[in-house]
Nanobody
Framework: QVQLVESGGGLVQPGGSLSLSCVAS????????MGWYRQAPGKERELVAT???????NYADSAKGRFTISRDNAKNMVYLQMNSLKPEDTAVYYC?????????WGQGTQVTVSS
């Protein structure tokens, strides 16, 4: 049973930083890409950042210059370092991965940016 489990969400003040982690567990033979999406209340889920098997990355415009995605292939983990957080970054953040040729989602972790 392949699973994605996120951790690291929480409450942070505007301008602060937060780091999210996601671990892929189970029988994993290949990882095409892993990434982060987010969904704010009343809004559609949107891409934040993706990292591909070759190491290339893709960021939403809202994340460029503030967020950094990285991965540890040996541990099947992906990370999202978020700096200069804004109230509009408040959302549930989901890990997504193309593992063994199939798409998987994590259960999500809440990030709240508020003073």
């Amino acid at each position: 049973q392949v699973q994605l489990v996120e951790s690291g969400g929480g409450l942070v003040q505007p301008g602060g930083s937060l780091s999210l982690s996601c671990v892929a567990s189970g029988s994993i033979f290949s990882i095409n890409y892993m990434g982060w999406y987010r969904q704010a209340p009343g809004k559609e889920r949107e891409l934040v950042a993706t990292i591909f098997s070759g190491g290339s990355t893709n960021y939403a415009d809202s994340a460029k210059g503030r967020f950094t995605i990285s991965r540890d292939n040996a541990k099947n983990m992906v990370y999202l370092q978020m700096n200069s957080l804004k109230p509009e970054d408040t959302a549930v953040y989901y890990c997504r991965g193309n593992l063994n040729g199939r798409l998987y989602w994590g259960q999500g972790t809440q990030v709240t940016v508020s003073s």
